[in-house]
């Protein structure tokens, strides 16, 4: 049976066990404490579960900038779900642009949520 799963911004009860998951997939990600982030998570759980997926952003009124994508080892189809999730979530804001400087791990996970290269190396997706 597939699981619905929704993409949502950390509720401020939930921040401290995002941050505690997203060191356990991402230590470097999670160190910094500038991100917002959002995260895939079931929403027939208890908000004791850890999330699916995480994403972490760098917020700007018109384009936003993703910083990076944690995921449990081997959750690729995950962190593609998470960022197609968080697309269609920003679309419902003023924003205009999502962006990310690739890294050779996150470049498929980009393609695959639809993001197209941009200027000075980055990757884009209009909102």
């Known amino acids: ?7 949502r911004r950390v509720p401020p009860a939930r921040i401290e066990l995002t941050r505690t998951t997203a060191r356990q997939w991402d230590a ?4 910094d404490a500038t991100l917002q982030w959002w995260e895939l998570v079931d929403p027939a759980d208890d908000d004791a579960e850890p999330p699916a997926a995480l994403a972490a952003l760098r917020p700007d009124p018109v384009t936003v900038r993703l910083a990076g994508v944690a995921t449990p080892v081997g959750r690729r189809d995950r962190a593609v779900q998470v960022v197609v999730a968080l697309i269609d979530a920003l679309r419902a804001t003023p924003a205009r642009t999502l962006e990310a400087l690739p890294t050779p791990q996150l470049q498929e996970i980009l393609r695959a949520a639809g993001f197209r290269p941009g200027p000075e190396g980055r990757e884009v997706v209009e909102l």
Request: charged share 10%; hydrophobic share 75%.
């Open 1 to 7: 049976m597939n699981v619905l799963l929704l993409a």
């Open 28 to 31: 470097e990600l999670a160190s």
